[in-house]
């Protein structure tokens, strides 16, 4: 069984925000896969499903994202569950928007969420990081991460939310690289090398046939050899 826990604030006014994207994540899967209803527990909301014979539980803590750390915990101790059966979804501000990249343990890297559950159950759980680019400087951050996605970030965006539904399956039997493998199927598709047929070039004009010298006798043979 595995905890799938999506890092966000709740409510209406945060509901675009890139730092909800691991919210946006969880409600995209449970929507592709029939995951749900989501219902009010362990201080936040909580849906169940499977895929195939792998259990998961989406938990979206509504505790604001300081706080994230109470309700996993709280999930953790009703199902009994170690760091190591948790995933945690969440934007990451060091990587370019879309990216994604999967780690395991580490610190928290100053994100409140992480933060908030490094002091609950430990560090030793695996991330999902979605992300969000940097702002580029510090003093811009919290703006970053409190605005919502811009419009023209709207493609790139469905198209990271629709990668990571269809690699969830994958995720959920522990294989990282099919996962990954099916989230850049969206986000970079293989090109095609195919291309506008370039003109054949006019082809040169043959030079005429070399014409066979004549066949000489043995008499002129050998007199060709004294000249």
Do not use: C
Not at 87 to 114: I, Q, S, Y
Not at 208 to 214: G, K, L, M, T, V
Request: glycine letters at 14%; aromatic letters at 6%.
């Amino acid at each position: 069984m595995s905890l799938w826990v999506g890092l966000g604030n709740p409510g209406p006014r945060y509901a675009g925000n890139r730092h909800n994207v691991g919210f946006m994540a969880l409600d995209r899967i449970a929507a592709d896969h029939g995951i749900g209803p989501y219902r009010d527990k362990f201080h936040g909301q909580t849906a169940e499903g499977r895929f195939g014979s792998d259990r998961v539980v989406l938990l979206k803590p509504g505790t604001f994202m300081n706080e994230s750390g109470r309700s996993v915990a709280a999930a953790m101790q009703f199902y009994k569950l170690v760091p190591g059966d948790v995933t945690v979804w969440h934007d990451e501000l060091d990587l370019a928007p879309g990216k994604v990249r999967l780690k395991a343990g580490g610190g928290h890297a100053g994100h409140n969420g992480l933060r908030s559950i490094h002091a609950h159950v430990g560090a030793d759980y695996a991330r999902v990081r979605l992300g969000i680019g940097h702002p580029g400087h510090k003093d811009r951050v919290t703006g970053h991460v409190l605005s919502d996605f811009a419009k023209a970030e709207g493609d790139m965006l469905d198209d990271l939310l629709r990668g990571l539904s269809d690699g969830a399956p994958k995720l959920a039997m522990g294989d990282g690289s099919g996962f990954l493998n099916a989230v850049a199927l969206r986000t970079a598709p293989p090109r095609s090398f195919g291309g506008p047929k370039v003109a054949d070039a006019p082809a040169a004009p043959s030079e005429p046939a070399a014409q066979p010298e004549p066949a000489l006798s043995p008499l002129q043979r050998l007199a060709a050899r004294f000249k």
